[in-house]
């Protein structure tokens, strides 16, 4: 039997863009939403109509340019928003109305200063409302997490009435944990009538840095949408991360038997893509599509790595659309790794010469941060002159020879220029792993 589908709901150019810095303009918005479609996505939740008119032009021109995901607009619980999104989506060949209201005591007291039935009536209006315009209404209690769970349930159970066709589960203030929002879950699917026509959603923000194992947790325990965004851009700490529940659920399909439709390879590039539109950069140990995701510095970690990838790696770089792993020469490097570069970089030596040059090696790195090759030059030249050379490894020809010679499969290519690389980098892809042997005198050596 076929594992559960689950639906990617991309909201980055919606709660994504929410976050301090990361405002998009329409052709932005359009350029994005072109390759999140590339990426495979279900849903793309285009904007807010109501906020400005930049956003409903936004959502009105990827409605028009992006036909084959449903395109979501977000309206709150009152006419004009939901009348607002309605006319925004009017090209979209799938469209959805999301419309939302806050059902915490904390929000109904504090902010919308509304009684718990007025709050059960308005959602159950707005969302009968929207069905007249649209077949796709998703409906949000903001702050469901914080709210009185026999509460939710009756407004869940109203908007199912109205006509609701997703119920989406916000942690709102990221405020939950694994196991209680594993039980709402539960609790939802089992106790809320009528909700085995509907589709249940997380939306899960990561003030604790919980977002992603709460999304988990949450399609573990029923929901069938999970709501993310590329980075974990959005309000505050974020959303939680696609690029990181897609993978999630691809490596660990023992533990998370469920299939998306993303295309995994498009993930760095559309990753990319973002960080140049938005200037944001992502932090460089960010999981999967950092530039830290798939480097190594450390020796051990190093001559595992030129051994076996699977040591250090639990999913391929290609995989997510890196070009290739890396290894970064710093002050916890080995020799294994030193000579490797030494050679790419045109000189060779036997042990007991590298044994000098890691010696050197070692207290420059200790000095300074990052060991750019230029360093790496200086220090080989100092101990040894010139002696040592020999031609620098080409890719290129190394490719032809392998051409000529009739190979069916090329050397893949080195990581590519203009890929992060403030450190003396070396790309795996060059290195042939019979130059190392598994003796545990050549790991110790190694390191
Ligand atoms: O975090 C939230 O509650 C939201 C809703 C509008 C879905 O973004
Ligand atoms: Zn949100």
């Given at each position: 039997?076929?594992?559960?589908?689950?639906?990617?709901?991309?909201?980055?150019?919606?709660?994504?863009?929410?976050?301090?810095?990361?405002?998009?303009?329409?052709?932005?918005?359009?350029?994005?939403?072109?390759?999140?479609?590339?990426?495979?996505?279900?849903?793309?939740?285009?904007?807010?109509?109501?906020?400005?008119?930049?956003?409903?032009?936004?959502?009105?021109?990827?409605?028009?340019?992006?036909?084959?995901?449903?395109?979501?607009?977000?309206?709150?619980?009152?006419?004009?928003?939901?009348?607002?999104?309605?006319?925004?989506?009017?090209?979209?060949?799938?469209?959805?109305?999301?419309?939302?209201?806050?059902?915490?005591?904390?929000?109904?007291?504090?902010?919308?200063?509304?009684?718990?039935?007025?709050?059960?009536?308005?959602?159950?209006?707005?969302?009968?409302?929207?069905?007249?315009?649209?077949?796709?209404?998703?409906?949000?209690?903001?702050?469901?997490?914080?709210?009185?769970?026999?509460?939710?349930?009756?407004?869940?159970?109203?908007?199912?009435?109205?006509?609701?066709?997703?119920?989406?589960?916000?942690?709102?203030?990221?405020?939950?944990?694994?196991a209680e929002f594993g039980e709402l879950n539960r609790n939802i699917r089992e106790r809320v009538?009528?909700v085995?026509?509907?589709?249940i959603?997380?939306?899960?923000?990561?003030?604790?840095?919980?977002?992603?194992?709460?999304?988990?947790v949450g399609?573990a325990n029923g929901a069938?949408?999970?709501?993310?965004?590329?980075?974990?851009?959005?309000?505050?700490?974020?959303?939680?991360?696609?690029?990181?529940?897609?993978?999630?659920?691809?490596?660990?399909?023992?533990?998370?038997?469920?299939?998306?439709?993303?295309?995994?390879?498009?993930?760095?590039?559309?990753?990319?893509?973002?960080?140049?539109?938005?200037?944001?950069?992502?932090?460089?140990?960010?999981?999967?599509?950092?530039?830290?995701?798939?480097?190594?510095?450390?020796?051990?970690?190093?001559?595992?790595?030129?051994?076996?990838?699977?040591?250090?790696?639990?999913?391929?770089?290609?995989?997510?659309?890196?070009?290739?792993?890396?290894?970064?020469?710093?002050?916890?490097?080995?020799?294994?790794?030193?000579?490797?570069?030494?050679?790419?970089?045109?000189?060779?030596?036997?042990?007991?010469?590298?044994?000098?040059?890691?010696?050197?090696?070692?207290?420059?790195?200790?000095?300074?941060?990052?060991?750019?090759?230029?360093?790496?030059?200086?220090?080989?030249?100092?101990?040894?002159?010139?002696?040592?050379?020999?031609?620098?490894?080409?890719?290129?020809?190394?490719?032809?020879?392998?051409?000529?010679?009739?190979?069916?499969?090329?050397?893949?290519?080195?990581?590519?220029?203009?890929?992060?690389?403030?450190?003396?980098?070396?790309?795996?892809?060059?290195?042939?792993?019979?130059?190392?042997?598994?003796?545990?005198?050549?790991?110790?050596?190694?390191?």
């Amino acid at each position: 039997m076929d594992s559960p589908r689950i639906t990617i709901f991309d909201t980055t150019l919606r709660d994504g863009e929410q976050s301090p810095g990361c405002s998009m303009n329409v052709q932005e918005k359009v350029r994005l939403a072109r390759q999140l479609d590339r990426l495979g996505v279900d849903v793309i939740e285009a904007g807010f109509p109501i906020a400005s008119d930049g956003d409903f032009a936004a959502v009105q021109a990827v409605a028009a340019a992006v036909p084959r995901p449903v395109i979501a607009a977000l309206a709150r619980a009152a006419r004009h928003d939901i009348e607002r999104a309605s006319q925004a989506l009017g090209a979209a060949v799938r469209p959805r109305i999301h419309v939302f209201l806050a059902t915490s005591d904390i929000h109904l007291q504090h902010k919308l200063r509304i009684s718990r039935q007025q709050c059960v009536d308005q959602a159950a209006e707005s969302v009968r409302l929207a069905r007249t315009f649209c077949d796709d209404v998703e409906f949000s209690p903001e702050d469901a997490t914080r709210t009185e769970p026999e509460f939710l349930f009756q407004v869940l159970e109203a908007v199912i009435q109205a006509g609701a066709t997703t119920l989406n589960i916000p942690d709102t203030v990221g405020y939950t944990v694994p196991a209680e929002f594993g039980e709402l879950n539960r609790n939802i699917r089992e106790r809320v009538r009528g909700v085995e026509g509907v589709t249940i959603s997380t939306h899960c923000h990561n003030d604790l840095g919980l977002a992603v194992a709460n999304s988990l947790v949450g399609v573990a325990n029923g929901a069938r949408q999970v709501e993310c965004t590329i980075n974990g851009i959005g309000e505050r700490a974020g959303n939680a991360s696609l690029e990181e529940i897609v993978m999630s659920l691809r490596v660990r399909a023992d533990r998370y038997p469920y299939q998306t439709s993303v295309a995994s390879e498009e993930l760095y590039p559309t990753s990319q893509l973002l960080e140049e539109i938005t200037g944001i950069p992502v932090q460089p140990n960010k999981a999967i599509i950092g530039r830290n995701a798939f480097a190594h510095e450390a020796g051990i970690h190093q001559d595992g790595m030129l051994k076996n990838r699977l040591t250090y790696e639990i999913m391929t770089p290609q995989s997510v659309g890196v070009p290739d792993s890396k290894l970064v020469l710093g002050k916890h490097s080995g020799r294994h790794a030193l000579s490797l570069r030494c050679e790419q970089l045109g000189y060779r030596f036997e042990r007991r010469e590298l044994d000098e040059i890691y010696r050197r090696f070692v207290v420059l790195a200790d000095q300074i941060k990052t060991v750019h090759d230029h360093h790496l030059l200086e220090l080989v030249r100092e101990a040894y002159g010139e002696s040592h050379r020999i031609p620098p490894r080409r890719v290129e020809s190394e490719q032809a020879a392998a051409v000529a010679a009739g190979a069916e499969e090329l050397p893949r290519k080195p990581f590519p220029v203009g890929a992060p690389s403030d450190f003396s980098v070396i790309g795996l892809n060059t290195v042939p792993a019979s130059e190392h042997n598994l003796e545990q005198e050549d790991y110790l050596w190694g390191v």
